[in-house]
């Protein structure tokens, strides 16, 4: 335990080269796609779209969200904390082990990280297909453009994407998801507005 307490100290202060997943994806298919970008460089697009698809409370929970979890399928992890937890230190272990470290785990990074430090990681370490991670090399990989230069309605197509499946073409997208990029937009106003992105916007 007085490991885990002095990793997760650690890494509130720095970034390590790789998460679990990484290492798991690196052994089983010989290289990753993975580009590490700061917080402060993330578009707010982008941090504001992964909040309406990913967890609208995330600035209001200590790291879990029993209705989400009720609501949702519960073999998988309803907040962007349990996601990071599971990608940094977790990734694919047995899902009733998962289960019991998950929400521990994810108290103390809500702990020891702020919340910010919270996204950077699950925006940096997520996994997109096999072998690419983090919304930095995504941005190259579907949109070809640098993750810096994104519009708001870039960084909602981008996240829309990221749910999509691998054979979808972002400049030809099927009604359903033009509607959902259009629908995402207009949830950040909405977010915004409840107050919901608060915790994020001091230091």
Not at 63 to 83: A, C, H, I, N
Not at 98 to 113: A, D, K, N, Q
């Given at each position: 335990p007085l490991i885990l307490v002095f990793m997760l100290f650690s890494f509130s202060l720095i970034n390590p080269p790789f998460s679990f997943q990484m290492a798991k994806s690196f052994i089983s298919h010989g290289n990753i796609n993975h580009e590490w970008i700061d917080y402060e460089e993330l578009p707010d697009g982008l941090v504001q779209s992964h909040l309406v698809t990913e967890d609208k409370f995330f600035c209001m929970h200590w790291g879990f969200d029993l209705k989400s979890s009720r609501d949702r399928d519960r073999k998988k992890p309803t907040t962007l904390t349990q996601k990071a937890v599971q990608s940094l230190f977790?990734?694919?272990t047995d899902h009733n082990l998962r289960r019991i470290l998950e929400t521990p785990l994810s108290l103390l990074v809500e702990i020891f990280w702020s919340k910010k430090r919270i996204l950077e990681f699950h925006l940096n370490y997520l996994r997109i297909g096999t072998s690419i991670f983090g919304v930095a090399a995504a941005s190259q990989t579907i949109?070809?453009?640098n993750i810096e230069s994104l519009?708001?309605?870039e960084s909602a197509l981008l996240t829309v994407m990221l749910e999509a499946p691998n054979d979808v073409d972002p400049f030809d997208l099927p009604p359903e998801?033009?509607?959902?990029v259009e629908w995402v937009v207009?949830?950040?106003d909405e977010l915004n507005a409840e107050g919901l992105t608060?915790?994020?916007t001091g230091n």
């Amino acid at each position: 335990p007085l490991i885990l307490v002095f990793m997760l100290f650690s890494f509130s202060l720095i970034n390590p080269p790789f998460s679990f997943q990484m290492a798991k994806s690196f052994i089983s298919h010989g290289n990753i796609n993975h580009e590490w970008i700061d917080y402060e460089e993330l578009p707010d697009g982008l941090v504001q779209s992964h909040l309406v698809t990913e967890d609208k409370f995330f600035c209001m929970h200590w790291g879990f969200d029993l209705k989400s979890s009720r609501d949702r399928d519960r073999k998988k992890p309803t907040t962007l904390t349990q996601k990071a937890v599971q990608s940094l230190f977790l990734g694919s272990t047995d899902h009733n082990l998962r289960r019991i470290l998950e929400t521990p785990l994810s108290l103390l990074v809500e702990i020891f990280w702020s919340k910010k430090r919270i996204l950077e990681f699950h925006l940096n370490y997520l996994r997109i297909g096999t072998s690419i991670f983090g919304v930095a090399a995504a941005s190259q990989t579907i949109l070809d453009k640098n993750i810096e230069s994104l519009t708001p309605e870039e960084s909602a197509l981008l996240t829309v994407m990221l749910e999509a499946p691998n054979d979808v073409d972002p400049f030809d997208l099927p009604p359903e998801l033009k509607l959902r990029v259009e629908w995402v937009v207009e949830k950040i106003d909405e977010l915004n507005a409840e107050g919901l992105t608060d915790c994020l916007t001091g230091n």
